[in-house]
């Protein structure tokens, strides 16, 4: 029905998470903290979770159309 937001939001969900598994990666890979005052592997498996999680959220929308 309406394909307009569901495009949007696909595309901005697949992007944020696209975004958060290339910096966590470069982050980890530099062995550098993902993020401040957290222990390393729980800073980059959260993260790399909200990424996975946000690209699937994205892969969902685009399916609605």
């Known amino acids: 029905m309406e394909s307009g937001p569901a495009i949007?939001?696909?595309?901005?969900f697949s992007l944020f998470g696209g975004g958060l598994l290339a910096w966590t990666v470069a982050r980890v890979?530099?062995?550098?903290?993902?993020?401040?005052?957290?222990?390393?592997?729980?800073?980059a498996s959260l993260a790399s979770a909200v990424?996975?999680?946000?690209?699937?959220?994205?892969?969902?929308?685009?399916?609605?159309l």
């Open 8 to 12: 949007f939001t696909g595309a901005v």
């Open 29 to 43: 890979r530099r062995q550098r903290p993902v993020a401040q005052g957290v222990r390393p592997i729980a800073s």
């Open 51 to 64: 990424g996975v999680l946000a690209l699937a959220v994205g892969t969902w929308c685009f399916t609605r």
